[in-house]
């Protein structure tokens, strides 16, 4: 993806407020930050040269390897976005294809998610911090690795034609997947392998022609690229079975707390110390949001609140001066708060008198009561909710993208996925969901999905999900419930503990529940 350096606003501002009136010294604060995207400023990400070469891969492995038999009529639907993550929350496409022929742009929706000349999905993550743990790519669909590339530097944030690691995938006939910008030494498959729509194939970076951590997910067929979306700007159907719009509220991404002086710091994708946790006197609070879909002259307004509830800050309505809605900022602030009590503390952030955020910061007296905290619990579903074996399975976590950890730590999570009680993969990333391929579960199996929350020291508990496949009351899986189902209940009756066939429930015991579920679905599939 390209982006995306604009003039900060920046400068160090004093002003008198209320307290001046009062004979009191006045609150010294500062502000920042600005656009992070502007499509007037993009170039390519995949050069004209970088093109030819991966078309030069692509026929050097057909020549070798042929095509096969399988020409499907049309390109195969996606069934998910092959990220690690979840759109409009930890994700955000900023980019789609442009379908002006002209210098204008357009996207499928008939709006301006998109810059001159791109031609696929840019979908970035939070920071590099995020990067640095891990956020895995899954291969969209069933398909032969036909061109790979790794190795290269991968924290670009600037345009210099740089080289990029990189996977394309094959799904037959003349069409093509192309996976960019991926973290150095994160390609996890080779050529001529052949993959499974969901099966990990690297991880989110920042190689190539790009600014920003991202993925650039292109769909390719007949020599050229296509759109999946379909909205009014681009009739027909849609490549995904499931289409997610468009998010065009305007929402927080991120927020964060800390002790130092941002200005200091390069700013975003970059990451930046972060606390929850300030000692007693007169201290540098700052903060910083990532916000998306920010309305042209925008408004803010902070309140924080010692722990007896009285106001030790109220800025009033603010503006930011913004001329032009922005569909990426960046904003930080700093203000030299005298924090005299100790307790907790509560921010609150306002824009466009909209409530954005509630954040809680701890004071202290002495440094050595300055601890770290768990991240918070989290919650988490499959997606699909009742898979067949035949789907591709998401574990999705539901927590506040502005409150996963009190002391604004970078949260990981480890997904422990397990069928009929073995592990079949165990993987911690940054990204807020995880997937496990097609096929590897029959009717009858029970999946199981263990996330855990970790800052890197501590962890939160874990949350396990749990899923039966097939027929209910179908012990065995053979589609049919009768007599075999209901002497496998009866013969496991009252076992508990570990992975338990005639456990139809899931709740650790093969009790009267499971034999009322036989005796319900007798003879249902046969």
């Known amino acids: 993806m390209n982006n995306r350096v604009t003039p900060w606003v920046t400068g160090v501002l004093f002003v008198l407020m209320a307290y001046a009136a009062l004979g009191q010294k006045p609150i010294e604060w500062g502000f920042g930050g600005g656009e992070l995207y502007n499509s007037a400023q993009h170039q390519p990400c995949i050069s004209e040269e970088q093109y030819a070469a991966v078309q030069q891969q692509i026929a050097a492995y057909h020549a070798t390897y042929g095509y096969g038999h399988f020409f499907p009529a049309a390109p195969a639907p996606y069934r ?3 990220l690690g993550g979840t759109i409009w929350s930890d994700l955000f496409i900023t980019n789609f294809t442009d379908l002006d022929p002209t210098s204008g742009i357009l996207d499928w929706d008939c709006t301006d998610f998109t810059y001159n000349g791109h031609t696929g999905h840019d979908t970035d993550i939070r920071t590099f911090g995020e990067q640095d743990i891990g956020v895995p790519i899954f291969a969209a669909l069933d398909g032969t690795v036909v061109a790979a590339h790794d190795g290269e530097f991968d924290r670009n944030t600037t345009w210099e034609n740089q080289p990029a690691n990189y996977v394309i995938l094959w799904h037959g006939g003349t069409h093509y997947s192309y996976y960019w910008h991926m973290k150095r030494d994160s390609v996890a498959v080779v050529v001529n392998q052949i993959v499974k729509a969901g099966q990990q194939i690297g991880q989110v970076g920042s190689s190539g022609i790009s600014t920003y951590p991202h993925l650039h997910f292109e769909s390719r067929n007949a020599n050229n690229w296509y759109e999946p979306y379909a909205g009014s700007c681009r009739p027909g159907d849609s490549n995904w079975t499931n289409q997610t719009p468009i998010r065009r509220d305007m929402y927080l991404r991120d927020f964060n707390m800390t002790n130092v002086n941002i200005a200091n710091y390069p700013g975003l994708p970059h990451d930046m110390p972060r606390t929850g946790t300030f000692l ?3 201290r540098r609070v700052s903060w910083w949001i990532n916000v998306h879909n920010q309305p042209a002259n925008c408004s803010w307004r902070v309140r924080i609140m010692r722990p007896n509830h009285t106001v030790a800050l ?4 603010q503006n930011f001066n913004n001329s032009q809605p922005y569909r990426w900022a960046w904003w930080w602030w700093w203000y030299n708060l005298n924090l005299n009590q100790t307790g907790f503390w509560h921010f609150e952030l306002y824009l466009n008198n909209q409530y954005m955020a509630h954040a809680t910061f701890k004071v202290v007296s002495s440094a050595d009561q300055i601890t770290n905290h768990a991240p918070s619990p989290v919650l988490a579903s499959f997606d699909p909710p009742a898979p067949v074996p035949s789907d591709v399975v998401f574990l999705r976590i539901h927590t506040i993208l502005t ?5 604004f730590d970078i949260v990981r999570y480890r997904y422990v996925w397990k069928i009929n009680g073995h592990v079949v993969r165990d993987v911690t ?5 995880d997937a496990l391929p097609h096929s590897m579960a029959q009717n009858g199996d029970t999946l199981e999905c263990s996330v855990t929350p970790s800052d890197g020291n501590l962890t939160a508990d874990p949350y396990t999900k ?6 209910a009351g179908d012990v065995d899986g053979d589609g049919c419930v009768n007599d075999s189902d209901l002497l496998a209940v009866l013969f496991a009756f009252g076992q508990s503990g570990g992975y338990l066939r005639a456990d139809l429930d899931l709740d650790g015991i093969v009790s009267d529940s499971d034999l009322l579920l036989v005796l319900f679905n007798f003879g249902q599939g046969c």
């Open 280 to 282: 007693t006197g007169t």
């Open 314 to 317: 109220d800025t009033g309505t």
């Open 429 to 433: 990333t940054a990204g807020h969901a």
């Open 403 to 407: 409150e996963d950890d009190a002391d």
């Open 80 to 82: 998910f976005y092959p």
């Open 466 to 471: 749990k899923f039966r496949y097939g027929r």
